[in-house]
């Protein structure tokens, strides 16, 4: 009996298991989400959301609720399992008589359940934490590219809403502009809009204007906060690098040591 019940905890705890109907999953959301709703695919989703609940129950079974909540993957999967149960919900009411908005959110619901492959991808951990630090790190520089971005919306805003509104009508919509400007996709198309309301004089300077801050902000700044996040993400491997050449320095004083004593020996 107690050999059932070992087989079946570890069956139901198997990542290749867990695995294969994550992918199932998917593909039947897939299908779905490009043929519309059929009673099959639809049935094959309930059962899969409900062997991740089964799963969840066994983990919590081994486990125990405290240590199981404890553990972030399993929090991950918890959550993410508790959130898409509303779809099995759907065998109860009829299709036609539910609300269509509680119906979409019901359907955003049930795609959470791919976020459970994170887990299975190799060294995810580790890339969270250096994701974690490289925050830690750039947080500061973060927050005045932030700060930039929202003195130069407010000035453009004021500058340019009555040439150039559909870029700049409201702070929001300037912000955005300026988030658009920097990140250097289709930044000309908003100078050449202000430079056909105004003058060819003019148009240079406000051209000239928008470069500049193409230049501060797209590219020097995106480039400075880019080269933060690369090395800190990397770190792990510089230092993975920095511990086999200090093993190798002493490994060379050992054979230097060696040698040494050695030579002494023969004199």
């Keep these: 009996m107690a050999r059932k019940k070992f087989r079946?905890?570890?069956?139901?705890?198997s990542d290749r298991f867990i695995l294969t109907i994550i992918i199932l999953n998917a593909i039947t959301i897939f299908l779905e989400q490009t043929y519309g709703y059929h009673t099959a695919l639809y049935a094959i989703d309930v059962c899969c959301t409900l062997v991740f609940l089964v799963e969840m129950i066994v983990k919590h079974y081994r486990l125990g609720f405290k240590k199981y909540w404890s553990d972030s993957w399993n929090r991950l999967d918890g959550i993410l399992v508790l959130l898409s149960l509303p779809s099995v919900l759907m065998l109860l009411f009829p299709f036609k008589m539910m609300d269509l908005s509680v119906f979409l959110i019901i359907r955003m619901l049930r795609v959470t359940k791919m976020f459970k492959v994170i887990h299975f991808f190799p060294r995810f951990s580790s890339i969270m934490n250096n994701f974690k630090l490289a925050m830690d790190r750039s947080y500061g520089i973060l927050l005045c590219f932030l700060v930039l971005i929202v003195i130069s919306g407010m000035i453009n805003c004021s500058l340019f809403k009555d040439l150039a509104p559909q870029y700049f009508a409201t702070p929001l919509d300037s912000i955005y502009s300026v988030f658009r400007l920097f990140t250097v996709e289709g930044w000309?198309?908003?100078?050449?809009?202000?430079?056909?309301?105004?003058?060819?004089?003019?148009?240079?300077?406000?051209?000239?204007?928008?470069?500049?801050?193409?230049?501060?902000?797209?590219?020097?700044?995106?480039?400075?906060?880019?080269?933060?996040?690369?090395?800190?993400?990397?770190?792990?491997?510089?230092?993975?690098?920095?511990?086999?050449?200090?093993?190798?320095?002493?490994?060379?004083?050992?054979?230097?040591?060696?040698?040494?004593?050695?030579?002494?020996?023969?004199?």
């Excluded at 079946?8 to 705890?13: H, K, P």
């Design 188 to 267: 000309y198309e908003i100078p050449d809009a202000i430079s056909i309301a105004i003058s060819p004089v003019w148009g240079k300077i406000v051209r000239l204007y928008f470069c500049i801050l193409l230049l501060l902000g797209g590219i020097l700044g995106m480039s400075f906060i880019n080269s933060i996040f690369v090395d800190t993400m990397v770190s792990d491997n510089n230092d993975d690098v920095k511990a086999q050449l200090a093993e190798m320095e002493k490994k060379i004083d050992k054979l230097l040591e060696e040698k040494e004593l050695k030579d002494n020996h023969k004199q």
């Design 8 to 13: 079946f905890v570890r069956f139901w705890s």
